[in-house]
């Protein structure tokens, strides 16, 4: 990484402005070249790319879902030939249709490049040791951290799976100094440590990283306080980029959005007009250095206002407020995003001539992220034999792990449950 | 040094640059690279003034000089050096060196010009010992060193040079980009415009790539040295291993 990238103070707002023009006019000028899905999108609307004179005009532009990403499965948004990508990406997304991301070895560089200004900024240095605990459904963050903190030059333990209790005797004999996990599963390892009576002070922990999921104020002053530790938070998309688009300075108020690889806009989730500084909408992201899969202004789903004056901490770049929410019925569960059509694709195959009804109950136990499915009795499903149900239900729970990487617990209940009138008509009840 | 806004250039009806945007810092090198055609040269002149028919904002320095006569951007420190180095023949290297200076002529700088041309003589001896020769006589690689020291005497702190690697053999075009990497050392700053990619990003720090008259691309000149369209289409890799791969089918 240059000192000129680390050195945040050193991008002023006039060098970002002219740095945002050109890479956003070069960005579409790519993705209407290469890329049918955007040309015939802009030449539909009779977008003339030609008279983009300032970053603001980008709201002239339409919008890129998730939705879209699916419809051009597997590899219709990619901007390049494949024999320029060196690394697939899988993603559930969000709906029945999953979708894949390239990247070439540029973006991997350029992603590398992000993540370590993240680990960089929260403190990680090249005499570190750095231990990632994320579960498989952050697989493609972990590898991005992993290179990111590489790249700083640290000595780095991947993402591996061991339990809780053998991840904290890594970390104890390894003597970690810096952790990068989310949330929950930070607040889990507090947790496991009192069971096996593992003293912090016989930890050489001196930062937390934490990715996928808000915060709370509470769960931050445990951590720092009954770690020893410093807690810097990273915001980012598990399904398309890298794990920490934006990241916490030292004032730890609010992400700050690298913009020197994005362009960030906030808007109001119904009409997709600008929202004003302060005003809670849907954060919409548009890539600058990407070269195998640009993206013009996608709706990340994920709720925050943006933040107004100046940062005490002296960096430029746009700062956000902590996520304050999702649009639409996506959910985030340990960091991994999720619609509840993913399960009812997956409750397809089941026999029977309909599928079963089905809620998902989210809930948390010992601080982690937990999904319950609670599933219809039907006919299809019943059996004299309970090998034959729980054989079943065995099966469904493979199906979505492989689908989301998401361990799910299933309980049958009887149609009438289901009916309940004080059940929500999203079918979800977010008991988190 | 350099900051270009949205700019638009036309030949007749004829669109040449669209929306063209890109800076270029103070001691740096910056390469723009393209096929024949893309509008680089048409970049360099709306740049240095010779083309009236564009639209948009040029800064140097954070003064605007779109609007201003081609003599005032000498004046506000930019010089270019032409492709085909369109020396003036019939006249000495002394002679051309000079013409070259001819603004500071008039501002009676001549103990200054006579430093410089010390110095440009110091950067190409050759030039120093052929001073008296008529410059068409001279190789190609010795007109494009006086078409250098010629935009030199004009003292600029922004050099733009038009393909200067052009039509001279390859042991030539390494001297000349030499001799680029000692003009930024003395702290000129270049921007160069290539069809030969290679030398060019070689020795520079950033680049951008035109096609038909839009940039499609820029980063440093490493990143784009390993871009794989970049390879493709400007350095003339891949070609072979495609043919070869299709070969061992």
């Known amino acids: 990484m240059t000192t000129r990238e680390n050195n945040l103070k050193d991008i002023g707002t006039e060098d970002l402005a002219q740095l945002q023009l050109e890479h956003l006019q070069s960005t579409l000028n790519r993705a209407y070249k290469n890329v049918p899905f955007y040309k015939k999108r802009f030449d539909g609307l009779g977008i003339d790319l030609s008279t983009l004179d300032v970053v603001r005009d980008l709201s002239k532009l339409p919008f890129t879902t998730r939705q879209d990403l699916a419809d051009n499965y597997p590899y219709d948004m990619f901007a390049v030939p494949l024999r320029d990508i060196v690394r697939i990406s899988p993603s559930a997304g969000t709906t029945a249709k999953p979708f894949v991301v390239g990247f070439t070895r540029g973006d991997l560089k350029a992603r590398q490049r992000i993540t370590a200004r993240f680990l960089t900024v929260g403190g990680t240095t090249e005499t570190d040791i750095v231990q990632i605990c994320l579960n498989p459904g952050l697989s493609s963050w972990g590898r991005a951290l992993k290179e990111g903190a590489e790249d700083i030059g640290a000595s780095v333990m991947p993402m591996t799976h061991m339990s809780t209790a053998k991840q904290l005797l890594a970390m104890k004999d390894y003597r970690t100094s810096v952790l990068i996990t989310t949330p929950s599963y930070a607040m889990h390892m507090l947790r496991v440590m009192q069971t096996i009576e593992l003293d912090a002070d016989r930890l050489a922990l001196k930062a937390v990283f934490v990715v996928g999921g808000t915060i709370p104020t509470d769960w931050r002053r445990h951590l720092e306080k009954d770690l020893g530790v410093t807690l810097t938070a990273g915001y980012g998309l598990s399904d398309i980029t890298a794990p920490a688009i934006g990241f916490e300075c030292s004032d730890k108020s609010g992400f700050h959005i690298s913009e020197d690889h994005f362009i960030l806009e906030i808007v109001n989730p119904e009409s997709g007009q600008p929202c004003s500084p302060g005003q809670e909408g849907e954060i919409v992201l548009t890539t600058l250095t990407g070269r195998a899969f640009p993206l013009v202004r996608f709706r990340t789903g994920d709720l925050a206002s943006v933040k107004t004056g100046p940062c005490p901490c002296g960096t430029t770049f746009s700062r956000i407020s902590e996520i304050t929410g999702a649009t639409g019925q996506v959910l985030t569960v340990s960091g991994i995003k999720m619609h509840p059509a993913q399960i009812e694709q997956v409750l397809q195959a089941l026999p029977g001539p309909i599928p079963p009804r089905f809620v998902v109950r989210l809930y948390r136990e010992d601080y982690l992220d937990r999904v319950e499915i609670w599933l219809e009795m039907t006919e299809g499903l019943f059996s004299d034999e309970v090998k034959r149900v729980e054989d079943h239900l065995k099966e469904l729970r493979r199906r979505v792990f492989q689908m989301l990487g998401l361990e799910v617990s299933i309980k049958l209940m009887e149609s009438a449950t289901l009916d309940a009138d004080h059940l929500p008509a999203s079918r979800v009840i977010d008991e988190r | ?249």
């Open chain 2, 1 to 249: 040094m350099l900051k270009i806004k949205n700019l638009h250039a036309y030949y007749g009806r004829i669109r040449a640059l669209e929306n063209v945007s890109l800076h270029v810092r103070p001691g740096e090198i910056v390469s723009l690279i393209g096929a024949n055609g893309a509008g680089k040269t048409t970049l360099l002149n709306a740049v240095s003034g010779i083309l009236p028919r564009k639209r948009g904002e040029i800064y140097c320095e954070e003064s605007r000089i779109d609007r201003l006569a081609p003599e005032k951007i000498v004046a506000a420190g930019i010089s270019q050096v032409p492709e085909g180095r369109q020396i003036f023949a019939p006249m000495t290297v002394m002679e051309n060196l000079e013409l070259g200076a001819y603004l500071r002529y008039k501002k009676r700088e001549k103990e200054s010009i006579r430093t410089d041309l010390s110095r440009v003589f110091e950067l190409f001896p050759r030039l120093a010992e052929r001073s008296r020769q008529i410059a068409g006589t001279l190789s190609g690689g010795e007109q494009q060193m006086l078409a250098i020291s010629r935009a030199l005497m004009a003292r600029p702190k922004l050099l733009l040079l038009d393909e200067p690697s052009m039509g001279l053999a390859p042991l030539v075009v390494t001297d000349i980009m030499d001799t680029i990497c000692r003009l930024r050392d003395d702290g000129v700053t270049v921007l160069i415009v290539e069809q030969n990619a290679h030398a060019s990003l070689t020795i520079s720090e950033r680049g951008y790539v035109l096609e038909t008259g839009r940039i499609i691309l820029q980063g440093t000149s490493e990143d784009l040295l390993n871009d794989g369209d970049v390879k493709r289409a400007y350095l003339g890799k891949d070609y072979e291993t495609f043919v070869e791969g299709r070969d061992g089918q």
